[in-house]
Protein backbone atom coordinates (compact mmCIF):
# COMPACT_ATOMS: atom_id res chain seq x y z
CA UNK A 1 0.00 0.00 0.00
CA UNK A 2 1.34 3.35 -0.99
CA UNK A 3 1.88 6.03 1.82
CA UNK A 4 0.73 9.59 0.69
CA UNK A 5 2.99 12.49 1.93
CA UNK A 6 2.12 15.38 1.78
CA UNK A 7 4.52 18.26 0.14
CA UNK A 8 6.74 19.79 2.42
CA UNK A 9 5.93 23.66 2.53
CA UNK A 10 8.50 25.89 1.76
CA UNK A 11 9.62 28.94 4.10
CA UNK A 12 11.40 30.70 1.21
CA UNK A 13 8.56 32.94 -0.24
CA UNK A 14 7.02 34.10 3.44
CA UNK A 15 10.90 35.04 4.42
CA UNK A 16 11.60 36.84 1.14
CA UNK A 17 8.66 38.73 1.95
CA UNK A 18 10.12 39.58 5.12
CA UNK A 19 13.00 40.81 3.79
CA UNK A 20 11.45 42.62 1.29
CA UNK A 21 9.39 44.64 3.58
CA UNK A 22 12.26 45.43 6.07
CA UNK A 23 14.17 46.77 3.30
CA UNK A 24 11.58 49.04 1.77
CA UNK A 25 10.03 50.19 5.49
CA UNK A 26 14.02 50.85 5.91
CA UNK A 27 13.69 53.52 3.44
CA UNK A 28 11.30 55.56 4.98
CA UNK A 29 12.93 56.33 8.35
CA UNK A 30 10.43 57.58 11.20
CA UNK A 31 11.17 60.83 12.66
CA UNK A 32 12.36 60.52 16.12
CA UNK A 33 9.82 62.94 18.17
CA UNK A 34 11.94 66.08 20.47
CA UNK A 35 11.57 65.40 24.02
CA UNK A 36 8.98 67.64 25.87
CA UNK A 37 11.81 69.95 26.85
CA UNK A 38 13.52 70.11 23.84
CA UNK A 39 9.81 71.04 22.38
CA UNK A 40 9.74 73.75 24.42
CA UNK A 41 13.05 75.13 23.77
CA UNK A 42 12.21 74.38 19.93
CA UNK A 43 9.12 76.60 20.63
CA UNK A 44 10.99 79.33 22.51
CA UNK A 45 13.48 79.89 19.85
CA UNK A 46 10.48 79.93 17.01
CA UNK A 47 8.80 82.28 19.13
CA UNK A 48 11.74 84.63 19.57
CA UNK A 49 14.69 83.96 17.51
CA UNK A 50 12.25 83.51 14.57
CA UNK A 51 9.89 86.04 15.65
CA UNK A 52 12.86 88.79 15.42
CA UNK A 53 12.70 88.47 11.69
CA UNK A 54 9.52 87.31 10.92
CA UNK A 55 7.82 89.55 13.57
CA UNK A 56 6.47 88.70 17.33
CA UNK A 57 3.60 88.29 15.40
CA UNK A 58 4.30 86.25 12.59
CA UNK A 59 3.54 88.43 10.32
CA UNK A 60 6.24 89.21 8.82
CA UNK A 61 9.30 91.74 9.19
CA UNK A 62 12.42 91.33 7.87
CA UNK A 63 11.66 87.55 7.32
CA UNK A 64 8.32 86.97 4.95
CA UNK A 65 5.52 86.09 7.57
CA UNK A 66 5.31 82.27 9.23
CA UNK A 67 1.68 81.78 9.19
CA UNK A 68 0.15 78.71 8.47
CA UNK A 69 -2.04 80.13 5.74
CA UNK A 70 1.40 81.46 4.18
CA UNK A 71 3.06 78.12 4.70
CA UNK A 72 0.52 75.94 3.39
CA UNK A 73 1.18 75.96 0.25
CA UNK A 74 5.18 75.13 1.06
CA UNK A 75 6.41 71.38 0.98
CA UNK A 76 7.86 70.54 4.70
CA UNK A 77 10.80 69.53 2.57
CA UNK A 78 11.49 72.87 1.60
CA UNK A 79 10.97 74.37 4.57
CA UNK A 80 12.73 72.02 5.76
CA UNK A 81 15.74 72.69 3.45
CA UNK A 82 15.57 76.32 4.20
CA UNK A 83 15.72 75.98 7.90
CA UNK A 84 18.54 73.89 7.82
CA UNK A 85 20.82 75.40 5.10
CA UNK A 86 19.54 79.29 4.89
CA UNK A 87 19.22 81.04 1.96
CA UNK A 88 21.64 82.91 0.25
CA UNK A 89 21.61 86.14 -0.61
CA UNK A 90 18.64 86.94 1.72
CA UNK A 91 19.05 87.26 5.72
CA UNK A 92 17.95 83.95 6.20
CA UNK A 93 20.91 82.22 8.27
CA UNK A 94 21.70 77.78 8.26
CA UNK A 95 20.79 76.67 11.46
CA UNK A 96 21.93 72.69 11.01
CA UNK A 97 24.86 74.00 13.87
CA UNK A 98 22.02 74.01 15.85
CA UNK A 99 19.10 71.31 15.45
CA UNK A 100 19.00 68.30 13.82
CA UNK A 101 16.28 67.28 10.99
CA UNK A 102 13.95 65.79 13.08
CA UNK A 103 13.83 68.85 15.30
CA UNK A 104 13.55 71.19 11.63
CA UNK A 105 10.66 69.08 11.09
CA UNK A 106 8.99 69.93 14.31
CA UNK A 107 9.35 73.10 13.74
CA UNK A 108 7.83 72.87 10.82
CA UNK A 109 4.92 71.52 11.51
CA UNK A 110 4.44 73.57 14.67
CA UNK A 111 4.66 76.85 12.28
CA UNK A 112 2.12 75.19 10.32
CA UNK A 113 -0.29 74.11 12.61
CA UNK A 114 0.19 77.19 14.41
CA UNK A 115 1.72 75.79 17.73
CA UNK A 116 3.96 78.16 18.35
CA UNK A 117 1.50 81.20 17.97
CA UNK A 118 -0.18 79.72 21.67
Not at 53 to 63: A, D, I, Q, S, Y
Request: glycine content about 8%; some cysteine; aromatic content about 6%.
Amino acid sequence: MARCSSPKRSNALPRAVAIALLIIMSAFPVAAEPSSDRQVELLYFLKHDCGSCHGLTRKGGLGSPLLPETMAGRSDDDLTAIILDGMPGTPMPPWRALFTEDEVRWMVRAIKQGTWRK
